[in-house]
């Protein structure tokens, strides 16, 4: 009787098989992320603060990270939003979202930043918020 052809393995072992693969981009995201800010072009939103919701997700050339030092802090995003909205008054979420893409590129590791800010108030209550996505790589 001969082996059944299922039987027969025609690749390496698995021992054989490299181990790890070499990682190229580490992805390191905040998300949710709740700043107060003055935003807005109509005068209503002058003069108040309104909530704002953002997510970030940025490329980082890290790999092997071991220690803090060796990839970006997430709070590095969070003290960037806030000092952004602690700056003064902004008309519009794609110069929020573009002011905090900036800020990202300022550790050199980070190769691409896509920021999302959303206002939940904008369309209340007929939608649960509007906002903008932008998506900026390293020039």
């Known amino acids: 009787m001969s082996a059944s052809p299922l039987s027969e393995t025609p690749f390496p072992a698995p021992a054989l098989a490299p181990k790890v693969a070499k990682i190229i981009v580490t992805k390191v995201f905040v998300r949710g992320l709740k700043v107060d800010a003055q935003i807005g072009v109509y005068d209503h ?54 002011r905090l893409a900036q800020a990202c590129f300022d550790d050199h590791r980070v190769t691409r930043a896509r920021v999302r800010v959303e206002k939940p108030l904008a369309l209340a209550p007929h939608a649960a918020a509007a906002g903008v996505e932008i998506t900026a790589v390293r020039g």
């Open 45 to 98: 939103e002058h003069g108040r603060v309104q909530p704002l919701v953002i997510d970030v997700e940025l490329d980082v050339a890290a790999s092997h990270c071991e220690q803090l030092g060796d990839t970006v802090n997430y709070e590095t995003i969070r003290t960037a939003a806030q000092d952004i909205a602690a700056a003064g008054h902004i008309d519009l979420v794609e110069t929020f979202a573009e």
